[in-house]
């Protein structure tokens, strides 16, 4: 079984920057670890994803360049930095792990991210 725990979200102007940690327990060690999102009337989206050694990352097109997923196996905790964040970047974040990247199989409980314009 794996539990995961985000903390991290909040309400930033836009242009500004956030930091999301998932801490994770249980067995993940040949696990992917990611993010998604889900905006209003919107369904869920993968944002980025780091594979069990924290060496491969995966990005949605839309976070490139601007958002940086990365992997402390010590902690067994996941980071999403998000900096020049936009409106459009306003959802609920979950963090997920999975067998197969870009995929989910355990989540978290979410946390929400607001960009106010």
């Known amino acids: 079984q794996v539990q995961l725990v985000e903390s991290g979200g909040g309400l930033v102007q836009a242009g500004g920057s956030l930091r999301l940690s998932c801490a994770a327990t249980?067995?993940?060690?040949?696990?992917?670890l990611g993010w998604f999102r889900q905006a209003p009337e919107k369904e869920r989206e993968f944002v980025a994803a780091v594979d069990w050694s924290g060496r491969i990352t995966y990005y949605a097109d839309s976070v490139k360049g601007r958002f940086s997923i990365s992997r402390d196996t010590a902690k067994s905790t996941v980071y999403l930095q998000m900096n020049n964040l936009k409106p459009e970047d306003t959802a609920v974040y979950y963090c997920?792990?999975?067998?197969?990247?870009?995929?989910?199989?355990?989540w978290g409980q979410g946390t929400q991210v607001t960009v106010s314009s």
């Open positions: 249980g067995h993940i060690f040949n696990k992917y």
């Open positions: 997920a792990a999975a067998v197969l990247v870009r995929t989910g199989d355990y």
